[in-house]
């Protein structure tokens, strides 16, 4: 009866059972996972966020690409990180979950796939899924001096005529990898030679922490065949509620005309971004110092903090981050199954922490924190973690 689109398992796992029945007995759990930053203790500008929308928001004035002031706050986000962008190659979505739905309808026959970073956060293959499209992975691997980057000779192995876009998201979540500048390049190459987008998530690119030599905060502005940028509210003013995200499109003129011109009636079917979002996106814009300032402190206080707790570490090292929301922590020389290890900690410490299977690692050895965490609860959490596995 139902789409074969969702045919994936629906029962929880023993990990999200054990922590269902803690909170149902009353349990208090140390929570290292959540990055909803509405909760994390964050003083936002109420004062302008909730007196925002202003009387424009009155009457409905639709415009497929969004409305042009919306859009000309995007240009300037681009312009005050020094790149020159056109208002005209910018479409307003609700959110880059959304954005990549229009992607994926723009690039995607029935059976065409997508490239996705490995690993990565676990949404790009239900969105594909969605609209009948698949992923493959690209690896990301690891160097203790330089951090994660892409394998980019089995990135240009993996291409295959179904192949219709390359994701990039800079900096990765989770490994806190920015792309770089050499990288960029080779992916664009690839893209070329075969006639496939490159689609790059960027919603955590103002969250730098310890960026290494020649990143790319945003490849707008760079030398392009086809580019997809997305970023959006959610992450940038710490606003998941508002449901306000862009594309911005660039690349060969021809083919960025045929691009736009798609989306254009992909986005006028829907007219999903509601208008007092829109008509509030300028002001909201102007909470991002207050916001991002307080966030940045603490990626980064607990990112040192992460650093000092494992330094000596022979069993458990905290891995390079160079930006975002999330820290990895890397165990596989202790030779604990992944499944066993968050287990363990959440039944006898009562502490959650998110296994690499999760983002979909290669291989056994990882979990994955929040830096958004309060710091005092998560150095409480990292001391009972370590108090049972040291």
């Not at 930053?37 to 497929?64: C, M, Q, R, W």
């Not at 000309?72 to 790149?83: F, K």
């Not at 660039?250 to 045929?258: F, V």
Request: charged share 20%; with cysteine; glycine share 6%.
């Amino acid at each position: 009866m139902f789409s074969g689109r969702l045919n994936i398992e629906f029962e929880p796992n023993r990990l999200s059972q054990l922590y269902e029945a803690k909170k149902s007995a009353g349990e208090k759990i140390l929570d290292l996972t959540s990055s909803n930053p509405t909760k994390s203790g964050f003083v936002y500008d109420e004062k302008h966020i909730l007196a925002a929308s202003g009387k424009e928001s009155l009457s409905y004035n639709p415009d497929a690409r969004g409305i042009i002031t919306a859009r000309e706050t995007v240009r300037n986000y681009y312009n005050e990180i020094g790149r020159i962008i056109s208002v005209n190659d910018i479409f307003i979505t609700p959110g880059t979950s959304e954005a990549y739905s229009y992607l994926f309808k723009l690039l995607l026959n029935p059976g065409d796939e997508i490239l996705i970073p490995q690993p990565c956060y676990p949404l790009f293959e239900y969105l594909a899924m969605l609209d009948s499209g698949s992923v493959s992975y690209y690896p990301l691997t690891y160097n203790h001096k330089n951090g994660w980057k892409a394998d980019l000779q089995r990135l240009s192995g993996l291409v295959t005529p179904k192949t219709k876009a390359i994701v990039i998201v800079n900096p990765n979540n989770p490994t806190g990898s920015y792309l770089k500048r050499d990288e960029y390049e080779a992916i664009t190459e690839i893209c070329g030679k075969n006639n496939i987008a490159l689609i790059s998530d960027e919603v955590f690119s103002d969250y730098s922490i310890s960026p290494g030599e020649n990143y790319l905060r945003t490849v707008a502005g760079e030398k392009s065949y086809l580019n997809f940028i997305l970023n959006g509210y959610s992450k940038m003013l710490a606003l998941p509620q508002v449901k306000f995200g862009w594309i911005l499109v660039e690349g060969n003129q021809q083919l960025k005309n045929e691009a736009v011109k798609r989306l254009e009636i992909i986005s006028d079917t829907y007219l999903s971004v509601s208008s007092m979002v829109q008509n509030s996106s300028e002001i909201l814009y102007g909470t991002r110092g207050r916001i991002q300032k307080q966030i940045i402190e603490r990626l980064n206080r607990n990112y040192e903090m992460l650093s000092h707790k494992f330094l000596l570490n022979p069993n458990i090292r905290l891995l390079k981050c160079e930006g975002g929301w999330s820290a990895v922590i890397s165990f596989g020389n202790m030779l604990i199954p992944e499944d066993d290890f968050v287990f363990n900690l959440l039944e006898r410490k009562n502490v959650l922490v998110h296994p690499g299977y999760y983002y979909d690692f290669d291989k056994e050895g990882y979990a994955v924190i929040s830096l958004l965490t309060d710091t005092d609860i998560l150095e409480e959490g990292i001391n009972r973690l370590l108090s049972i596995y040291n």
